[in-house]
């Protein structure tokens, strides 16, 4: 392996690790603009372990496409000066970027969610009331029926125990 493929793959590796702090942070963004008693904020940590766990396996695979699965020592330490470099430069303008991404896709999209159940809620109402309100006679006839079947019931077994 000559020196420009290697200074090549450091770099690759130094890429990788500013869009791993950049994707971080994404999702970091987007689980933040939801709202605080959503199920995704709730599993805030769940979710970033899942995604730090896909991003460890996207960077493996990066590394068998790259190096045919040869790792090096230089390889994490590429990565992690990769995030530090987002950290250090790029944070500011990638983040307005992906706040802009969020703005435009992210909150219109969870509000047409919202939307949706709310109208399934709604009609499941309305079908339920619906529905009890046609029983309503049935239960009331089965309610009579079955109250002055077991108070002769009663009466009955009432008047065996004296004789």
Sequence with gaps: MIVSEQFVQLLVMVLSGIAV??????????????PKRSSLRRWTMVFELLTWILLGGLTYYLLFWLKDGAWRAYDPLAQIAGIFLYQTFFQTFLRFVARVV???????????????????RQILNILINIG???L?????IYSYLSY?????????????RQQ
């Design 136 to 140: 309503r006679p049935f239960v009331k």
């Design 21 to 34: 702090g950049f994707i971080i942070d994404s999702v970091r963004l987007i689980v933040f603009s939801t």
């Design 132 to 134: 009890s309100f046609v």
């Design 148 to 160: 002055t079947f077991l108070k002769k019931f009663r009466f009955i077994k009432y008047n065996k």
């Design 102 to 120: 969020v703005n435009i896709t992210w909150r219109p999209l969870w509000f047409i969610v919202r939307i949706i159940i709310a109208i399934i």
